[in-house]
């Protein structure tokens, strides 16, 4: 289970970011192909917090959409597909960004 790993570096990161602060919440964005469980990673977050100050926080999740580019017609769109043609001229020539990480958005600090 890499979500395990994956949110034992979220805690991590949190604890750099805001240190000696207790946190109430963490915000992650999880890209659609970044082969993240969401279930799994919130169940790892709870194992990898324990006896931090992230203790007592929740673990907020929204889904990474992938941008996207046409190259016959240059409309911009997302995606949660790994591949899709253009919604605009439904052209296969579309070139394809992110949407294969894990990032953090937020970190709400108990006051």
């Known amino acids: 289970m890499h979500e395990l790993g994956v949110a034992q570096q ?3 990161e949190v604890a750099r970011q805001a240190p000696d602060q207790k946190i109430s919440e963490v915000g992650v964005e999880v890209g659609v192909l970044s082969g993240v469980v969401v279930h799994a ?3 790892g977050f709870g194992v990898a917090k324990l006896g931090t ?3 007592e926080a929740t673990l ?3 889904t990474g ?3 996207a ?4 017609c240059k409309t911009e769109f997302q995606s949660d597909q ?3 043609c253009c919604p605009q001229c439904q052209s296969d020539r579309v070139k394809f960004r992110g949407g294969d990480d ?3 958005l937020f970190i709400e600090v108990v006051e």
Do not use: G, K
Request: aromatic residues 8%; hydrophobic residues 55%.
């Open 82 to 84: 790994a591949w899709s």
């Open 10 to 12: 979220i805690v991590a």
């Open 102 to 104: 894990v990032r953090l």
């Open 53 to 55: 100050l992230l203790e």
């Open 41 to 43: 990673l919130q169940y």
């Open 60 to 62: 907020t999740v929204a």
């Open 69 to 72: 580019e046409c190259a016959n």
């Open 65 to 67: 959409l992938r941008q």
